[in-house]
T-cell receptor, first 109, second 117 residues
Framework: GQNIDQPTEMTATEGAIVQINCTYQ??????LFWYQQHAGEAPTFLSY????GLEEKGRFSSFLSRSKGYSYLLLKELQMKDSASYLC??????????FGAGTTVTVRA | GAGVSQTPSNKVTEKGKYVELRCDPI?????LYWYRQSLGQGPEFLIY????????DSGLPNDRFFAVRPEGSVSTLKIQRTERGDSAVYLC???????????????FGPGTRLLVL
């Protein structure tokens, strides 16, 4: 099975940086995904990591350390529209995704 | 292009009734997934189709839940004798094909909000 932990809530100021941590214990590993989900909407794909290191995509970056079972999502130059839930998900050897409960990020002016 | 679509967007039913939820995946995507998401939780895997067959139905909570994908495109999730505990958002996702994890990136539909009274 999979055990995925991430903080429940985080608050930050517009223009600032926020780092959302995710730790996982899994029976198989085929990559880690981050999704963004606005209230009442579908999750949308943000990033994918399968090798150790940092993947940068505009204002968003995602980091993975497989040996530590650890990932983070870094949001830079926060905007009000970034207020959402951020879901960490691990893909197992059967290509099945297991999700964490999500981290609700609130961006304040 | 068009994304994953789901109908209905909202469904209110009474305990004991039967419901069907429909998912239309992205054109060309061979893999299709159903998830259930309760308030404040991440999506929980229910079932996965590769083509027409259910490759993994280990997440279905009990035999009241069943899903089909007869022509390898549209899928229907069927819930019999609904219970109040079935109330949740039912999400559908699709992915390209099983050639590697990156190709398995799943794209989600808007979900069906099911409320069982």
């Amino acid at each position: 099975g999979q055990n995925i932990d991430q903080p429940t809530e985080m608050t930050a100021t517009e223009g600032a940086i926020v780092q959302i941590n995710c730790t996982y214990q899994t029976s198989g590993f085929n990559g880690l995904f981050w999704y963004q989900q606005h209230a009442g909407e579908a999750p949308t794909f943000l990033s994918y990591n399968v090798l150790d290191g940092l993947e940068e995509k505009g204002r968003f970056s995602s980091f993975l350390s497989r040996s530590k079972g650890y990932s983070y999502l870094l949001l830079k130059e926060l905007q009000m529209k970034d207020s959402a839930s951020y879901l960490c998900a691990v893909m197992d050897n059967d290509y099945k995704l297991s999700f964490g409960a999500g981290t609700t990020v609130t961006v304040r002016a | 292009g068009a994304g994953v679509s789901q109908t209905p967007s909202n469904k209110v039913t009474e305990k004991g009734k039967y419901v069907e939820l429909r998912c239309d995946p992205i054109s060309g995507h061979t893999a299709l997934y159903w998830y259930r998401q309760s308030l404040g939780q991440g999506p929980e895997f229910l079932i996965y189709f590769q083509g027409t067959g259910a490759a993994d139905d280990s997440g279905l909570p009990n035999d009241r839940f069943f899903a089909v994908r007869p022509e390898g495109s549209v899928s229907t999730l069927k819930i019999q004798r609904t219970e109040r505990g079935d109330s949740a958002v039912y999400l559908c996702a699709s992915s390209l094909e099983r050639t590697g994890p990156r190709q398995e990136t799943q794209y989600f539909g808007p979900g069906t909000r099911l409320l069982v009274l």
